[in-house]
């Protein structure tokens, strides 16, 4: 860190906090102390007593980086969710507040919170200024992977590989196969780990690296001989696993690597116990033990060191002292479980405080924007009276001079007639631009209810078999319905109308790829294709028809049994009929009744008050729902 000095020293006060903020948290925990004076100095003029919002953000990414280094991550959280909805100022800004809580939430164990920080970053990352350095932390795959989804880890870690595109760099192409085996032992797929692994063995063996790197090549080797010997562990295969994992250990304890060394005579000793070599597991039970005390004071290796001590003596049919380790391991297990549920608590509270405040973010962003369209309304409506002004002058004039000019009477038109074309122009550019306003909020609307239906998405996969993903999955339905109006509208030149037929065939299909059942058919008899229809009469007709569709897919056909659902639309003279229906069991006795009437059916009677539509429920070889609307409501 010598240049970091020669540089911090010469620097303006300025500068010095910059180059700070770029050190990474190994680099600031190593040369904090020693500039943690002037540092405070320069806070206490900034800081306190200065308004510079610039320098105020680099000191809470300064702290939020110690904070990581004291491993204090819930702390870290708050201060650079602080910076971040306070003090940012542009993208890399946030970027560097997202990886900092990523990184946080993942030593946390809170991966839900560090998939959406990801998903966030992934957004901007393209946006980013290419001069400024900031650590993307892990990736998607190994977010995947601690929420235990390992097939989607494994499918993510190929995905980013293949777009790093550099098949030939011995580093990344060693991660990847290593990352992908050690994925498929916890799927205790010991055979296609074992594959991947070898993949390793192979390219390192056939590698040429100078001397400077033989130390780094040698624990990479060690590491995947290590990972290979505990596939075959896994499968049974344990005098092959043995002397794999003994070179994995010797490498690891070389290259100070000790968490690895310690994993590596854990899985030593459970192989020699297996053998039922019980002297040789005691010495290394005995070295796992020195090791642990000398290099950690984390609970974790001490759990699994007393898990150890307990399966020893049991194999050693010491029971007596079995029990005592199997005792203290329990309860050790319960204060920990303690412990994290207090830690759990505080993450919720962490990201309760977090959503909220993006909450009023977004609803300040809201008032913004709709401030924005007003003032664009307002500068047509002044371009308009400007522009009729300009005209009703330039009539007059023209009036004038036709009457005093009669000579000069075409070279005054064609002046006249110029300047209307320009003011033309500027109307159509005001038009266009007030277009362009409203797509726009058609688009943002639509993006929004898409984020809402993703939240949604993301929960419903959390919550599957406890019986709250079906309401979810409803909730989500109707917003998807909401969102497919917006959609239409942005994409087509008419801004406050859509085409019926269109609108009604893709909510359909749209239900239909949300509900999938083999055994029912779909069938639409659209007659109406050219009629459009509002928005107001759009949105409340969509939620209609998705509630009428998915009572039909959910109650009509019991067992999976087949059948057929019709979705009709059909004109006369003065109305529009609709009319969903099912050849299946049809509605129960009393549906109708206050006692039996459920919330789907409740929507359904509120939604065709507010088309003022007539609705008729008929139990005809199945449920028969018909709606009588008016054309002057529906149509525009």
């Known amino acids: 860190m010598s240049k970091f000095y020669s540089d911090f020293s010469k620097a303006s006060v300025k500068h010095k906090v910059e180059i700070t903020a770029r050190l990474n948290v190994n680099e600031l925990k190593e040369v904090y102390p020693t500039i943690k004076d002037t540092l405070e100095k320069i806070k206490n003029l900034s800081y306190y007593k200065s308004q510079n919002k610039q320098a105020r953000f680099l000191f809470d990414i300064i702290e939020a980086n110690l904070e990581q280094g004291k491993k204090n991550y819930v702390k870290a959280v708050f201060i650079a969710e602080a910076g971040l909805q306070n003090r940012a100022t542009n993208i890399d800004d946030s970027l560097l507040c997202y990886s900092i809580l990523k990184n946080s939430f993942i030593r946390i164990r809170n991966f839900i919170r560090a998939y959406e920080i990801n998903s966030k970053m992934e957004a901007l990352w393209p946006r980013k200024t290419d001069t400024v350095e900031i650590a993307y932390g892990a990736n998607k795959s190994g977010i995947y992977a601690g929420l235990g989804f390992m097939p989607e880890a494994i499918k993510e870690r190929r995905n980013e590989f293949a777009k790093k595109n550099v098949p030939h760099d011995t580093d990344l192409l060693v991660s990847y196969y290593n990352d992908i085996g050690v994925y498929y032992n916890r799927m205790k797929n010991s055979d296609s780990a074992a594959g991947y692994f070898l993949k390793v063995q192979n390219i390192l063996d056939h590698k040429k690296f100078p001397a400077s790197r033989k130390k780094h090549y040698e624990f990479l080797k060690g590491l995947s001989k290590g990972n290979l010997g505990l596939s075959y562990f896994n499968s049974g295969a344990i005098e092959k696993a043995v002397p794999l994992i003994k070179e994995d250990v010797y490498y690891s304890l070389q290259n100070e690597r000790y968490e690895s060394a310690f994993n590596g005579y854990c899985i030593l000793v459970e192989c020699f116990i297996k053998l039922n070599n019980l002297v040789t597991a005691k010495k290394y039970i005995d070295t796992t033990g020195i090791l642990m005390q000398k290099h950690f004071k984390d609970v974790g290796p001490r759990l699994n060191y007393i898990w150890l001590q307990s399966k020893f003596y049991q194999a050693a049919k010491d029971y007596q002292t079995a029990n005592v380790f199997f005792n203290g391991y329990f309860a050790l297990k319960d204060s920990i479980s303690v412990i994290e549920k207090e830690q759990n608590l505080l993450n919720t509270e962490v990201a309760f405080k977090i959503e909220t405040r993006e909450q009023e973010l977004l609803e300040k962003t809201l008032i913004l924007d709709q401030k924005r369209l007003n003032e664009a309304a307002q500068n047509t409506f002044r371009a308009y009276s400007f522009a009729g002004i ?88 109707r917003i998807d319905s909401i969102a497919l109006t917006h959609q239409m509208l942005y994409q087509k030149d008419n801004l406050s109308s859509i085409l019926i037929g269109e609108y009604l065939q893709n909510l359909v299909r749209q239900i239909e790829s949300s509900l999938p059942s083999s055994n029912i058919r779909l069938a639409t008899e659209l007659n109406i294709e050219n009629r459009k229809i509002n928005i107001d009469s759009a949105i409340p007709l969509g939620l209609l028809v998705n509630e009428l569709l998915t009572n039909a897919y959910k109650h009509a056909f019991p067992n999976n049994a087949r059948g057929q659902i019709t979705v009709s639309l059909k004109e006369n003279k003065d109305e529009c009929i609709l009319v969903v229906k099912d050849n299946g069991v049809g509605l129960p006795a009393g549906y109708n009744s206050p006692e039996k009437k459920s919330m789907g059916m409740d929507l359904i009677f509120i939604l065709a008050d507010q088309l003022d539509a007539q609705l008729t429920i008929e139990n005809d070889n199945g449920a028969h729902f018909m709606l009588t609307i008016s054309k002057t409501k529906l149509f525009v």
């Open 390 to 477: 300009a005209i009703l002058l330039l009539i007059i004039v023209f009036l004038i001079s036709n009457n005093y000019f009669s000579k000069n009477r075409a070279p005054a038109l064609f002046l006249t007639n110029e300047k209307i074309n320009i003011q033309n122009s500027q109307i159509e550019q005001s038009l266009k631009e007030k277009e362009i306003l409203i797509k726009e909020i058609h688009h943002r609307v639509k993006n929004n209810l898409q984020i809402i239906t993703s939240m949604l998405s993301l929960q419903i996969s959390k919550e599957e078999g406890t019986g709250s993903e079906a309401i979810l999955r409803e909730a989500k339905q």
